[in-house]
T-cell receptor, first 114, second 115 residues
Framework: SQTIHQWPATLVQPVGSPLSLECTVE??????LYWYRQAAGRGLQLLFY??????ISSEVPQNLSASRPQDRQFILSSKKLLLSDSGFYLC?????????????FGPGTRLTVL | GDSVTQMEGPVTLSEEAFLTINCTYT??????LFWYVQYPGEGLQLLLK?????DKGSNKGFEATYRKETTSFHLEKGSVQVSDSAVYFC??????????????FGSGTRLQVQP
């Protein structure tokens, strides 16, 4: 069966510091991968998605970036965090290819920027 | 573009009450529709889904029917429990999205069930 991991679970960072969140998927090959952000009391906003190694599409211009160095690894980064980057970050995967399918979510990382 | 509208929360019910959370959507073609649930401090879990008109998704006593004519996918449960307290998200996946395949989410509805 497939499993998705995220770490760290919780992170408190000062404004201006760098960020690296990691997501890995087990039990599937060539998945589509996604980063979402959920601000307090709000819905989910798609930040980035990837359909393959090294292929990153950005949905929202901001100071965050994403990378996919391996097939089942997805990393969210920032060089300098802003207060507005605080939120709950969720990684998700779905089967690659065409058509529609269910997205499966990781446990999330709660980021607080002070 | 695609959008999903959910009823505002929080919804507060007593245990064993009937639950309805309204969801309507705007999309071209025939999207797939989903309900996800988020328990406090956790990620999202798929609750149920429907992929074509008149399909009924069901799981753990929850049901939702894909209504093309009213562009709706309302979530219902006949008798809620305290353990159902969570945030519920309605979402859609565009039909024949050959690349992005990302979900469009509603803003979420918080359900609080009191004993």
């Amino acid at each position: 069966s497939q499993t998705i991991h995220q770490w760290p679970a919780t992170l408190v960072q000062p404004v201006g510091s760098p960020l690296s969140l990691e997501c890995t998927v087990e039990g599937t090959s060539n998945p589509n991968l996604y980063w979402y952000r959920q601000a307090a009391g709000r819905g989910l906003q798609l930040l980035f998605y990837s359909v393959g190694i090294g292929q990153i599409s950005s949905e929202v211009p901001q100071n965050l970036s994403a990378s996919r160095p391996q097939d089942r690894q997805f990393i969210l980064s920032s060089k300098k965090l802003l207060l507005s980057d605080s939120g709950f970050y969720l990684c998700a995967w779905t089967l690659g290819g065409t058509g529609t399918d269910t997205q499966y979510f990781g446990p999330g990382t709660r980021l607080t920027v002070l | 573009g695609d959008s999903v509208t959910q009823m505002e929360g929080p919804v507060t019910l007593s245990e064993e009450a009937f639950l309805t959370i309204n969801c309507t959507y705007t999309a071209t073609g025939y999207p797939s529709l989903f309900w996800y649930v988020q328990y406090p401090g956790e990620g999202l879990q798929l609750l149920l889904k429907a992929t074509k008109a008149d399909d009924k998704g069901s799981n753990k006593g929850f049901e939702a029917t894909y209504r093309k004519e009213t562009t709706s996918f309302h979530l219902e449960k006949g008798s809620v429990q305290v353990s159902d307290s969570a945030v519920y998200f309605c979402a859609l996946s565009p039909f024949m999205d050959t690349g992005r395949r990302a979900l469009t989410f509603g803003s979420g509805t918080r359900l609080q069930v009191q004993p």
